[in-house]
């Protein structure tokens, strides 16, 4: 069993590098953990909080020009419980370009809001406790 301290990095692909990052960035306060440029013919930037055990990383490779959209049930969900701050964060998503959106699982739209990044990945702002 991986021990719960674990880091995980998710990485996706994107035709739009600067971008996406960017709306990470000031969507959810992300900050810019690492880059790599032309490593093997792929540009990236990992993104996210020092001290959290997770990270995203987005990754151009120089010969992409198009992407496969991902299904709309495939998600990256973030739990606030507490109500100002979820706002806060749901209006700089907002803020940042990402498009509100119904969910493919209704159970998303009781307690959160979807929300679509540049590439058609679809982020959860779920306004309750995880609980294990």
Request: aromatic share 12%; net charge negative.
């Amino acid at each position: 069993m991986l021990p719960k301290s674990s880091i995980i990095r998710i990485a996706k692909p994107t035709i739009n590098l600067c971008e996406i990052t960017r709306m990470y960035i000031e969507g959810l306060g992300f900050e810019l953990l690492g880059e790599f440029n032309n490593h093997n013919g792929f540009d990236g930037r990992i993104i996210g909080h020092k001290n959290h055990c997770y990270h995203l990383e987005f990754t151009y490779h120089h010969n992409s020009q198009l992407l496969e959209k991902p299904h709309p049930d495939n998600l990256f969900v973030f739990y606030i419980e507490n109500q100002e701050q979820w706002e806060s964060v749901c209006r700089s998503m907002e803020s940042a370009g990402f498009i509100r959106v119904s969910s493919f699982n209704p159970y998303w739209d009781e307690k959160g809001q979807t929300y679509k990044d540049i590439d058609g990945n679809r982020i959860v702002i779920q306004n309750s406790e995880w609980s294990e």
